[in-house]
């Protein structure tokens, strides 16, 4: 079977596709030498938990006959040092780099020619996906109008941890921690309301400590590293506060909903993916804590803040109305 390809999304009458030959991507390796310590620091890893690619190096082996129809120069005059999407016969999707096209060898009765692609590091899909997520109104956050139940602490002093503020701009606070000889340690436990069982959301800005988000037992929910529970009976939700800080910690910004995540699987590929919004001034929330909230402005429609790759995930975005977000992003694949 005859190999094909298109260039630039043209396939050339009389050119001959001999030899592909399509090399994986470099690692972008970052590694610092530590003074005194034997080795060295590996960060590569440290920015986005997984490695980077940098480009791959595309060749392909070109023949045509002299005498037909395809005309060499008006070739390297449309694709040498330009920017060309290629795409293989059976393969879906497309690559797209810088070309480079080599001299011809006329010595045979068929000429042949290489073509060197300084390529993207990833195979691209034809089109883009979208998948979406639900736009929550900020007016809809549970905290609004009720209050926030100071429960218990690591320490028998009431003055030791308090509620500042109520509803939303409740802040949660434990005020200083003592070190007893074993090292610096204290917790406290607040009951948010809750008045019906269902899906939550719950997120929180914490300094000085962190926190999660348990039941009235105290047993935390999932593994106490998602903003989403599935499923929290009524009144069954409790925020627990820890720190190692000497000055306590603080908790602000609380937002509870009774909702269900957008899944995100739909964006997920090899590819580190920045998808587009559909909608500005809104904040999307992963639903892993590890990932920061990512903040649209009126005129925004990504952000570096979120980045999806291909562990799935759940989100939700926050705004002033209810409704629906769409992102959208190209898939990529080694």
Known sequence: ??????????????????????????????????????????????????????????????????????????????????????????????????????????????????????????????????????????????????????????????????????????????????DTGAGVYGFARFKLPWPVAGSCLVSADITGGWYTIVDASGKTYGDGKSRWISSVPAGGLYMMMETINPGGCTASNIKIFRAQPGALAGLCSDRLMYPASDKGCVQIYRCDRAYAPATLGDRDTSSPYLQIRKTPDYAYAISGTAGELTLTGRRGWI
């Not at 050339?12 to 620091?41: F, H, N, R």
């Not at 034809?126 to 690591?154: F, H, Q, Y």
Request: proline residues 4%.
């Open 1 to 178: 079977m005859a190999l094909s390809c298109k260039i630039g999304g043209v396939q050339y009458a009389g050119l001959q596709l001999m030899g592909v030959q399509i090399g994986l991507p470099d690692v972008k390796t970052q590694t610092v030498s530590v003074p005194g310590a034997d080795g060295e620091l590996d960060l590569t890893d440290a920015l986005t938990g997984e490695p980077v690619f940098g480009n791959r190096t595309i060749k392909l082996k070109l023949g045509f006959w002299p005498r037909g129809p395809f005309d060499f120069y008006a070739f390297a005059a449309a694709v040498h040092g330009q920017r060309r999407k290629l795409e293989l016969d059976g393969r879906d999707g497309y690559y797209i780099g810088r070309c480079t096209v080599g001299t011809p060898d006329t010595s045979l009765a068929r000429t042949i020619f290489d073509l060197t692609i300084n390529a993207d590091p990833y195979r691209l899909d034809d089109a883009e996906v979208s998948v979406k997520i639900p736009m929550l109104a900020a007016s809809d956050n549970v905290l609004v109008g009720r209050s926030v139940t100071a429960i218990g602490s690591s320490s028998s002093v009431d003055e030791y941890f308090d509620v500042v503020g109520d509803g939303a701009s409740s802040v949660l606070r434990i005020k200083s921690v003592a």
